[in-house]
Structures are given as C-alpha cells and as structure tokens.
C-alpha cells in the first residue's frame, strides 16, 4: 500500500502528502521526493509534503501525476542523511517557561534539558520568512498552542507548540509558548543567504547564560 | 520622474515578485493583478517583469518633475494629467510638469502605472516587490508616502512609446471560477455572492457570508499554498489567498480558485461582492490558453492618442 496520497491543486499545482505516521520519517521523504522531482517541476517541500506547481500549457495533470506516481515508486527509504548541524544559544527565560513545564509536568530544568538534550531537524520554513518548523520534538515537550495568541512576539523567542520548536525571525503575532531568547538573526533579505537555517538542518539549542 | 503628493488609500511598487524563496517562507509576492502589470510594462516597452507602482482605489496624487512615458492598466481610477484625463490601457507621455491625479473610482480597484524604463529601485532577494509584512522590497519596504520621488531607470527613446493602445483588456467578470480540492466543493461557496471584508489585504480576500461548515476536515501539518487557494479557518469565513500568502499554511482547503481568474480577484475593494462558479479542469486549462495568448498580443500604434498628444506637446 502506497505511503502518499497525490491530489490535484486546481490546474496548475498536484499535492503528493505523505501518510506516514512518523513525521521525521515523512519529512526525510517529502524533502526526497522534492529533490527527484526539483529538476522538472517547481517544488515546495513541507513538513510531510510536496507541492508540484507546473504550466499547464507544458504538461497536462495527468503527466505530472504520473511523474510524481513515478518518483514515488522509486524512493529509496527514508533519506538518514545527516543534515549540518547549527548551534543556537539560547536563554532559557521566556515569559511561557514555567507555564509551560508546569503543563507538561515538568521542572523547568527538566524542560531545558529535554530541549537541549539532542539536535532536532528543520522541517519546514514557513509562517514567515525564516521561521523554522524544528522537530518532531517527543510527547514530553508537546503541548498545544496557547489558548490565545499573542498580538505580538519579539524576534528571536524560542517557542514551542504542537510537536515543534520554533523560533521568531521577527516580531510577529503568535501563539506559541515562549520558553527563551536568542541573538541570533534569524532572516535577513539583505544576507547570503537570507535565512539562517534551511529545511534539512539540524538544530542544538544549547543554554546561554549571558 | 514622480512625486508623490497623496498615496491614496495604499500605493507600493511591484513587479512579478520573487518566486525562488518560497523554501525560507518569502511568499512570490508582487502585482495582485499580473496581467495588468505585464500589459502597463509591455505598453511602455518594458519587460514584463518591469517594477511598476500599484495604485489601491482613489485618492493617490503626484507631481510629475520630469518628462516622462507612462501607462495604465488595471482599474480605473479616473486618472488624469493636468486636468485631462488619461485613458488605461494605453501609454501617454507627460511632457510638463504637472498634476497626475487618480481622483475617481470608476471601475475596479488597483490601477498599474508603469514608468518607461521601469521604476528605479534596488531588488532584494531578485525582485523589486515591496513585500510589507516583510518590511523589504520597493521603496524601503513600505508604502509610497507624500515626498517620495520616483525615478524610471533610463529608457531608449521613449517618447517614441506613447500613444500605444493594448488591443484587448483581460475579462474583469465579477466572478471567479473554482475548482474542488480533495473532497467535492461546498455548495454554500456557490450559493450566494460573498462579501469582501475589511480585514482584506494582499495576502487573502477575507470573505464574509453564512458560516460555511464542513464535514470534519482532516488536520494536516501545513503544506505548500499558493494565490488562488481558498482556506476555511475555523470561523467558517473562507479566505482567498493572494499575491503575498504564505508558502505554506495548515488550514483546511477547500477549494482552488482558477489562475485565470486571479486578476478578477485583484479588482475588488472590502465592501464589494465576489461571485464564485464551479468549473472543469479543461476549462480552467482553457482559459489559462486565452489569458496567455491575450498577454501575447501586439501593441497597437493609437495615431489619434499620438495626435492629441502631439498638439498638447
């Protein structure tokens, strides 16, 4: 039984969304099958999927589909490739910390070890320019988004809400819990490249004191 | 060369936007209405994906400080120069100083003005779209204010360029065809027309109308979006993604709406209704053909425009 469901996106884009309940294991294989496909179509790899955008004056659906079906059929498994690994101080002092270990029935040093304890994969960079979707974190450090969003959060909180770990490239309104800062600049247009960190990367938060 | 003396209700310079950053989250962006883009670029003899500015709904005002070549496409604002008016669809040149005034809504609502040489402002990230939640692209990444100067990049014998006419406009029905996604399409988006709120911006038309209610839709992890795509958040309002939507968003589809109605989308204003159809693959493929073909036609010569022109010259 095939792991993907491949579903048309109006008549120029396809939708192949991997079923796998693992969602490490479907990411390796969204980002893999977005790179077989990358050479024909335009591809955005998400955090179990792929968008395929194509003119349909070029290839008909039933073409691209087939090209899809096809690349499916031939990935190899999921993709173990050790992505690099990007180090991210962090202070552990966000305004959510307490709340949110208290939530997950926790010390808040049992939260910053969990949460430094090993790197996590970029997923996806989505929601704004450079903020990474990391994960997938464990049952031990999910919790589901604030109850209510916050109209406005600082660039460089580190959050954490629905099985990820994120960080704000910029201040924006969001939802997530806020558990510590960073100085790193996350996004900026004027840099190369732009974003600090690229789907496929690995993340170590490690504590800042300073 | 263009100062800019009222901004009207939002005016940014766009171009075709930036399509190679959706991976690091930085939405294509650029003109809401493209045809209308490439149609004011081609009339001046720019190329397609020229930076022009993009005029939101009446009020916007400028000083013309140079001689220059224009044209208009897209809504009608009632523009004039120096008190005539000044068709769209078609190039003009401004060879006094004056008043460039866009004082009416006519028709529509966002006019392209394209400069002769296209509009002069550094590109970030390869395009020169102002990107606002991003705060870059355009002019500092902002919208245009009262003070701003605007200057073209040189152009070949402009004036050579005036007083051309595009052949035929693209079809501005208020009504946008739809295609379904995943599960068949809600008959509640075809049933009524939908109101355009006032929290509508470039990212998406927000749509208000009886709650819209689905069976359950399955939670997904967020995937790759696009203008055109039709979000149900869990209000029931349905949004319709435009030219600065997210790369990627996890609220349910629930249908697509078709690319070659995507410039019908972009002329209209929080207030006015948007009508929806259900239509086929084949003949949303179609009218892609027609759009195409349409943005591929020849500029025509208009010797009375060039006449006219000439005599107030």
Same mark, same amino acid.
């Given at each position: 039984?095939?792991?993907?469901? #491949?579903?048309?996106?109006?008549?120029?884009? #396809?939708?192949?969304?991997?079923?796998?309940?693992? #969602?490490?294991?479907?990411?390796?294989?969204?980002?893999?099958?977005?790179?077989a496909l990358a050479a024909a179509f335009d591809v955005l790899p998400a955090i179990r999927s792929v968008l395929v955008r194509f003119d349909p004056l070029c290839n008909t659906l039933d073409q691209v589909i087939a090209s899809v079906n096809a690349q499916i059929a031939t990935l190899d498994p999921p993709d173990v490739r050790e992505g690099r690994i990007i180090e991210i101080p962090v202070r552990y002092q966000g305004?959510?910390?307490?709340?949110?270990?208290?939530?997950?029935?926790?010390? #808040?040093?049992?939260?910053?070890?969990?949460?430094?304890?090993q790197p996590w994969r970029v997923l996806m960079i989505g929601f704004a320019p450079g903020f990474p979707y990391i994960g997938p974190l464990p049952a031990a450090l999910t919790l589901p988004r604030r109850a209510t969003p916050r109209p406005a959060v600082p660039a460089g909180s580190v959050a954490l809400a629905a099985g990820f770990t994120g960080i704000?490239?910029?201040?924006l309104p969001g939802g997530w819990h806020l558990i510590g800062q960073t100085d790193l600049v996350l996004f900026d247009p004027q840099r190369t490249p732009p974003a600090l960190l690229q789907p496929g990367d690995r993340v170590q938060f490690i504590v800042c004191c300073a | 060369m263009l100062r800019v003396i009222s901004p009207g209700a939002l005016c940014t310079i766009q171009d075709l936007g930036r399509p190679s950053y959706r991976h690091i989250g930085v939405p294509v962006g650029g003109a809401m209405d493209r045809p209308a883009c490439v149609i004011a670029n081609r009339l001046v003899g720019n190329p397609p994906d020229a930076a022009c500015l993009e005029i939101t709904g009446p009020g916007a005002m400028f000083e013309v400080l140079t001689p220059c070549v224009v044209a208009l496409a897209g809504a009608d604002l009632g523009a004039t120069f120096r008190g005539r008016a000044l068709p769209t669809w078609a190039s003009a040149h401004l060879a006094h100083r004056g008043e460039l005034a866009f004082e009416g809504r006519r028709w529509g609502a966002r006019a392209y003005l394209a400069l002769a040489g296209g509009i002069d402002v550094a590109p970030v990230l390869g395009a020169r779209s102002t990107y606002l939640p991003g705060e870059f692209g355009g !002019?500092?990444?902002?919208? !245009? $204010? *009262? @003070?701003?100067?605007?200057?073209?990049?040189?152009? $070949?014998?402009?004036?050579?360029?005036? @007083?051309?006419?595009?052949?035929?406009?693209?079809?501005?029905?208020?009504?946008?065809?739809?295609?379904?996604?995943?599960?068949?399409?809600?008959? /509640?988006?075809?049933? =009524?027309?939908?109101?355009?709120?006032? /929290?509508?911006?470039?990212?998406?038309? $927000?749509?208000?109308?009886?709650?819209?209610?689905?069976?359950?839709?399955?939670?997904?992890?967020?995937?790759?979006i696009f203008p055109g795509v039709i979000q149900l958040p869990p209000d029931g309002q349905p949004i319709l993604l435009t030219a600065d939507a997210q790369p990627t968003g996890g609220y349910p589809v629930i249908a697509i709406a078709i690319q070659a109605d995507l410039h019908r989308v972009a002329q209209v204003l929080?207030?006015?209704?948007?009508?929806?159809?259900?239509?086929? =693959?084949? &003949?949303?493929?179609?009218?892609?053909? /027609?759009? =195409?073909?349409?943005?591929?036609?020849?500029?025509? &010569?208009? &010797? @009375?425009? *060039?006449?006219?022109? /000439?005599?107030? @010259?």
């Open positions: 039984m095939s792991d993907w469901r #491949v579903i048309p996106m109006g008549e120029a884009a #396809v939708l192949a969304e991997c079923t796998l309940a693992d #969602v490490a294991m479907a990411n390796a294989q969204a980002h893999a099958l977005a790179s305004p959510d910390l307490s709340d949110a270990a208290h939530q997950l029935g926790l010390s #808040v040093e049992a939260l910053i070890r969990l949460h430094t304890a704000y490239p910029a201040r | !002019l500092n990444g902002r919208v !245009l $204010r *009262a @003070g701003d100067v605007i200057s073209a990049q040189p152009a $070949r014998d402009p004036a050579r360029l005036a @007083g051309r006419v595009w052949p035929k406009p693209p079809d501005y029905a208020p009504q946008v065809r739809l295609l379904p996604f995943d599960q068949p399409l809600p008959a /509640a988006l075809l049933a =009524h027309p939908w109101q355009v709120s006032a /929290a509508s911006n470039r990212i998406g038309l $927000r749509l208000t109308g009886p709650p819209i209610k689905v069976d359950a839709p399955p939670a997904l992890d967020s995937f790759g929080p207030g006015d209704a948007l009508y929806f159809a259900r239509t086929t =693959h084949g &003949e949303a493929v179609d009218a892609w053909r /027609a759009l =195409h073909a349409l943005l591929a036609l020849p500029v025509e &010569e208009d &010797e @009375g425009i *060039a006449l006219a022109a /000439a005599a107030r @010259g």
